[in-house]
């Protein structure tokens, strides 16, 4: 039987008994949450296996490709730079890319990059998912693309394209690529277990991804959508959550999809950029964390046809309204999650950072119902009201 390790505080014992629930249940089958307040890990639990035949026990060690979460570092990689004051978030992408300033991209800012503004949302010539593996191929891709939309009008989910102008643009900044930036700056001093890829000494404790039930044919492309649309794009290349498992991916620099984690890990990255510590102490400023909170945009995503509302890099807490505002508190929350469920939230003002890894994959593209669950009794422990408590 799936069994939960780690520590937990006896106020969180809520947490700790729905996590072995749901482990004992089958609904996951590996997975680790991290509650850090104040700097001070709560919840730290782990548990149940890391591979789909059970054979593998997933330990405090295990990492695990994290999809969409790695974003949140990519953008942490961009707002230490802004917080150092190497860019602005208004400057223009081509003061530090030149070739970016062609086919009307010439105005599009470092914010609208990170903010899933900048309209170049999705690769408009055919693309597989081996494809997505070759960095620099992919920057020329998109030196040469023009924006869908005007840049900084509204949000269309930059699924794939994120990693490539993001990592491009930090290389661009500091001479490091995207991956050995995050491994320097931020991982290391940290002494946290991310990477924007594995590296293969690695291999032997990342978990396998258990890919989502595959949606019917007409999800994936329904027959009266525009090939060329959007939502279509996005879509190319179709996700294949079991390419997640293989070399080509693992030896990738996919700024958007491929970091390697766990829950304690990422809790203790953007807790020490965010809520933990005093000014100077912090790794971002009161200014940066501000900038965060700056409405980038703020309604249905052209992507993802959802209310989604962005700030400068991460998803932020909407007024009711957006898709995540059903089971979080109101305040002020940052946050971004993964394909199949990983999800990283900040709540600033409580001083609470909530992580959550796993790999039995839901199709949902941000947050499962597994997290949904754990968030509803991290309040509810904590005595605040959300939508799924009766806190108050």
């Given at each position: 039987m799936a069994q939960a390790h780690g520590k937990c505080d006896p106020k969180f014992q809520g947490v700790y008994e729905k996590f072995r629930e749901l482990l004992e249940s089958g609904q996951e089958l590996g997975a680790s949450l991290t509650v850090n307040i104040d700097g001070e890990e709560v919840v730290n639990i782990w548990g149940g296996y890391a591979d789909a035949k059970r054979t593998r026990p997933w330990n405090q060690d295990t990492i695990v490709n994290v999809f969409s979460t790695t974003k949140t570092i990519?953008?942490?990689?961009?707002?230490?730079?802004?917080?150092?004051?190497?860019?602005?978030?208004?400057?223009?992408?081509?003061?530090?890319?030149?070739?970016?300033?062609?086919?009307?991209?010439?105005?599009?800012?470092?914010?609208?990059?990170?903010?899933?503004?900048?309209?170049?949302?999705?690769?408009?010539?055919?693309?597989?998912?081996?494809?997505?593996?070759?960095?620099?191929?992919?920057?020329?891709?998109?030196?040469?693309?023009?924006?869908?939309?005007?840049?900084?009008?509204?949000s269309g989910y930059h699924t794939w394209t994120y990693g490539y102008l993001v990592g491009e643009l930090v290389r661009r900044v500091t001479g490091l690529a995207l991956r050995d930036f995050v491994a320097q700056k931020i991982a290391a001093p940290l002494n946290a277990d991310f990477q924007i890829g594995a590296k293969e000494e690695d291999w032997p404790r990342v978990a396998e991804l258990v890919p989502p039930p595959r949606p019917p044919s007409d999800f994936i492309a329904p027959p009266k959508m525009d090939p060329d649309s959007l939502p279509a794009k996005m879509l190319h290349p179709v996700p294949d959550a079991s390419f997640a498992n293989t070399e080509p991916w693992r030896?990738?620099?996919?700024?958007?999809?491929?970091?390697?984690?766990?829950?304690?890990?990422?809790?203790?990255?953007?807790?020490?950029?965010l809520t933990v510590g005093d000014e100077g102490q912090r790794l971002l400023s009161k200014d940066t964390i501000d900038l965060i909170f700056t409405e980038q945009s703020y309604g249905l995503?052209?992507?993802?046809?959802?209310?989604?509302?962005?700030?400068?890099?991460?998803?932020?807490?909407?007024?009711?309204?957006?898709?995540?505002?059903?089971?979080?508190?109101?305040?002020?929350?940052?946050?971004?999650?993964?394909?199949?469920?990983?999800?990283?939230?900040?709540?600033?003002?409580?001083?609470?950072?909530?992580?959550?890894?796993?790999?039995?994959?839901?199709?949902?593209?941000?947050?499962?119902?597994?997290?949904?669950?754990?968030?509803?009794?991290?309040?509810?422990?904590?005595?605040?009201?959300?939508?799924?408590?009766?806190?108050?």
């Open positions: 990519s953008a942490l990689a961009v707002l230490l730079l802004i917080n150092d004051g190497k860019l602005s978030p208004y400057d223009k992408v081509s003061r530090y890319w030149p070739e970016f300033a062609v086919n009307g991209k010439e105005n599009i800012e470092v914010r609208h990059l990170i903010s899933h503004t900048s309209g170049i949302a999705v690769f408009e010539d055919p693309i597989t998912m081996e494809g997505l593996c070759d960095f620099s191929s992919n920057v020329s891709r998109l030196e040469k693309q023009a924006p869908r939309w005007e840049p900084g009008t509204a030896r990738a620099e996919i700024g958007a999809a491929n970091g390697h984690s766990n829950s304690q890990a990422l809790a203790r990255i953007w807790s020490r950029a995503d052209l992507c993802f046809g959802i209310p989604i509302r962005f700030g400068v890099g991460l998803g932020i807490r909407g007024n009711g309204d957006a898709a995540i505002d059903s089971w979080i508190p109101e305040g002020r929350l940052c946050f971004w999650g993964g394909w199949g469920g990983s999800m990283v939230i900040n709540d600033v003002d409580r001083h609470i950072t909530i992580a959550y890894a796993m790999n039995k994959m839901d199709a949902g593209a941000a947050g499962n119902d597994a997290v949904r669950s754990y968030v509803a009794e991290i309040y509810k422990a904590l005595g605040v009201h959300t939508p799924s408590t009766n806190g108050k």
